[in-house]
T-cell receptor, first 112, second 112 residues
């Protein structure tokens, strides 16, 4: 079993839809949770970063972490065709470790 | 300022040849990571450099892979006697704070 599981998709939604992307993990030591967006033939770029449990909102994006369920989510409101990309979750354990563990990424396509 | 740059952007080589991939991190970033991204496999950690400390090479898949970082800045990933299974996108990231890694655009390696 992988430490981080993420549905690879692809996920196709109409423009304006609310998108929900998710990851589950098995290592309870993870404390920092990130979402990266990766456009085709580009490197990943950091979208959101959350420490421990809770919600964080940034514009149309909301990141949620539920440590009790070992489950994280990224919600995209009013999705746009420009949101079409691969979304990768990443986690690390905080002090004492520097390795990120990445999910495989979910490919999202927002249809105009 | 300038982001992380990588060269070449694409590399096609024949099986058995050696290749060198270059990464120029963001100026002042002390940490540098190399990852390999294969289709459907997510980002696979290869090696980590932090300042003048000994690198963490635990992710290198075989002794055909090596990396160095000169003067705490530019890094080179070398793959000797390339095999077809080495075909992937090789990503470099640098960071100052552990909660954010900045990625380069990657080098797409194809081994024929």
């Amino acid at each position: 079993q992988k430490e981080v599981e993420q549905d690879p998709g692809p996920l196709s939604v109409p423009e304006g839809a609310i998108v929900s992307l998710n990851c589950t993990y098995s290592n309870s030591a993870f404390q920092y949770f990130m979402w990266y967006r990766q456009y085709s033939r580009k490197g990943p770029e950091l979208l959101m970063y959350t420490y421990s449990s809770g919600n964080k909102e940034d514009g149309r994006f909301t990141a949620q972490v539920d440590k009790s369920s070992k489950y994280i989510s990224l919600f995209i409101r009013d999705s746009q065709p420009s949101d079409s990309a691969t979304y990768l979750c990443a986690m690390w354990g905080g002090s004492g470790t520097y390795k990120y563990i990445f999910g495989t990424g979910t490919r999202l396509k927002v249809l105009a | 300022g300038a982001g992380v740059s990588q060269s070449p952007s694409n590399k096609v080589t024949e099986k058995g040849k050696d290749v060198e991939l270059r990464c120029d991190p963001i100026s002042g970033h002390t940490a540098l990571y190399w990852y390999r991204q294969s289709l459907g496999q997510g980002l696979e950690f290869l090696i980590y450099f932090q300042g003048n400390s000994a690198p963490d090479k635990s992710g290198l898949p075989s002794d055909r892979f090596s990396a160095e970082r000169t003067g705490g800045s530019v890094s080179t990933l070398t793959i000797q006697r390339t095999q077809q299974e080495d075909s992937a996108v090789y990503l470099c990231a640098s960071s100052l704070a552990l909660n954010e890694q900045f990625f380069g655009p990657g080098t797409r390696l194809t081994v024929l």
